[in-house]
């Protein structure tokens, strides 16, 4: 008696074919992307151990062995431990956000399977090598910076990768729920990197970066032998991103999924595929992505939301200890409620923008909201774990669901935008330009929270706050325009 097929295959013949390949895509960028935010976590959760106050804990890394100030860890023993926490997040974010600018060039011109697997491994190659440190018994700061500095130049294979990857498989509509979904990868990533880097971050902390660089590493190898980079690769009919108005009657008659669809759009354009069309067109220049109309407001307006989140990516953890005197694990834990309403913020933020076709008015919204509130979790917050708790998530919602939207959907909205006349070679150089210029305002964030944190908390609040409104102001002619077309009652097709 032969059995019948499992439910969960059955379901998989059930979907049409295009479909199937999509949300393969889909999965497999969502957890390359996850990785790399897991591997970049690990820093902010040890900087607590690194650094003990030596009063309130007892030494016992190795019987003394491993600490040569009874608890701390050399260079980061002194006075001036949060100068060279600086440094460090500096050493990764600058590097970064210069690698950045150069990585999206790279990507429009290399396969991008060999270009995100090579990325990763090496990723998680030099994410291991800090963690040997603590198994080596280095000391000096010169290490620790170096390997910050090439993981920053690595990890910026990344993001230019995927999101080029699923713009070559979705087209515009209903663009912003699905990367505002997807996007939660950032968020889990680094929640991800939270719970592991806190399981051993009291008893060896090296492992807290060892075991994040093995993930990493696998997963580009999972990359190298699953991922498909363009729908015509496998059969499947492209995405529609722009079309003529005769061509979109046309089009809507065709079925969106399915093997049907594939192979008559497969006949009809086989004199021309998109992906034949994509390779003839020249690779699009630095200067002339920057002419693409709000390629500059929303990268401006990135940078300063990307400083606002990763200071809070780097110093939430170290905050809550000093602040809410909390031990690093419980710290660790406790700022993954920023990251959770990060995905929260990131869904609501693509909803909203997809039904009201306002990204830069849905993104000054959330902006005007984060400022009060980043003000009231400075000062209540801490009133109790509760209250600590609930602030954490809305405060991780308003800070992200910008910064989410605008390296998602707007990059890929830009990337594909009607100026470029259907050249598809255009997506990885402007994402790279749009974040790269968001990991300027990232690696400053840090850096300006080292330098101010002296001087007190609350100042590093009010600089965060200051970065939040200046967010919005950038993005202000874009959202009028918005407003502008939404009162002239222009008629708006969604989806």
């Known amino acids: 008696m032969r059995v019948a097929l499992a439910p969960g295959i059955r379901l998989l013949r059930a979907l049409p074919r295009d479909s199937r ?11 390359f992307y996850t990785s790399y935010h897991l591997s970049r976590k690990p820093i902010s959760i040890v900087k607590s151990q690194l650094h003990l106050n030596c009063s309130a804990a007892a030494s016992d890394r190795h019987n003394g062995s491993n600490g040569t100030a009874g608890c701390s860890w050399a260079p980061f ?10 440094a460090l997040d500096n050493a990764f974010l600058v590097a970064y956000a210069i ?18 697997s090579g990325g990763m491994v090496l990723s998680g190659v030099f994410t291991a090598l800090f963690g040997l440190g603590y198994f080596w018994d280095i000391h000096v700061l010169w290490y620790f910076i170096v390997m910050q500095i090439c993981n920053g130049l690595v990890q910026t294979t990344g993001w230019p990768a995927v999101v080029a990857c699923v713009g070559n498989w979705f087209g515009k509509g209903k663009r912003g729920l699905i990367m505002g979904v997807w996007n939660s990868h950032t968020s889990v990533g680094n929640i991800l990197g939270s719970l592991i880097a806190g399981v051993w971050v009291s008893s060896a902390w090296g492992l807290s970066f060892v075991v994040p660089g093995a993930i990493i590493a696998a997963m580009g190898l999972v990359c190298f032998f699953f991922l498909v980079e363009h729908p015509e690769d496998v059969g499947c009919s492209p995405p529609l991103h722009h079309a003529a108005p005769g061509e979109k009657d046309a089009e809507a008659a065709l079925p969106d999924d399915g093997p049907l669809s594939a192979t008559s759009r497969t006949s009809l354009d086989r004199s021309e595929s998109p992906k034949e069309a994509a390779e003839e067109a020249e690779a699009i220049s630095f200067l002339g992505a920057l002419r693409i109309p709000g390629v500059v407001e929303f990268s401006l307006c990135l940078l300063f939301a990307k400083l606002v989140s990763y200071t809070f990516l ?11 005197h909390f031990g690093a694990k419980e710290a660790g834990d406790l700022s993954t409620l920023f990251d959770a309403g990060g995905i929260v913020g990131g869904i609501i933020a693509g909803l909203v923008s997809d039904y009201t076709g306002g990204r830069a008015t849905t993104c000054c ?10 003000f009231l979790y400075n000062h209540i917050g801490h009133n109790g774990i509760g ?8 405060c991780g919602g308003l800070v992200n669901g910008p910064y989410a939207l605008i390296t998602t959907a707007v990059s890929a909205d830009l990337g594909t935008h009607e100026c470029l006349k259907g050249n598809a070679r255009a997506l990885a150089t402007v994402t790279a330009i749009i974040d790269g210029t968001g990991s300027v305002g990232a690696a400053l964030g840090p850096l ?12 590093v609040f009010y600089m ?8 919005c102001l950038l993005l202000s002619r874009l959202a009028l325009k918005e407003i502008r077309g939404w009162r002239g009652c222009v008629p708006r097709k969604r989806g």
């Open 21 to 31: 390949y999509r949300g393969l895509t889909l999965l497999l960028t969502f957890l």
């Open 77 to 86: 023993d002194g006075d001036n431990y949060k100068e060279l926490f600086g």
């Open 99 to 116: 690698g950045m600018f150069i990585s999206g060039i790279f990507g429009e011109r290399l396969p991008l399977r060999y270009y995100l």
């Open 314 to 324: 780097y110093w939430l953890p170290l905050y809550i200890v000093n602040v809410a």
């Open 365 to 374: 919204a959330m902006l005007v909201a984060a400022a009060p509130m980043l």
């Open 387 to 394: 209250v600590s708790m609930a602030m954490l998530i809305v």
């Open 448 to 459: 300006l929270a080292g330098l101010i944190s002296p001087t007190g908390w609350t100042n």
């Open 464 to 471: 965060l706050i200051a970065a939040d409104v200046s967010a």
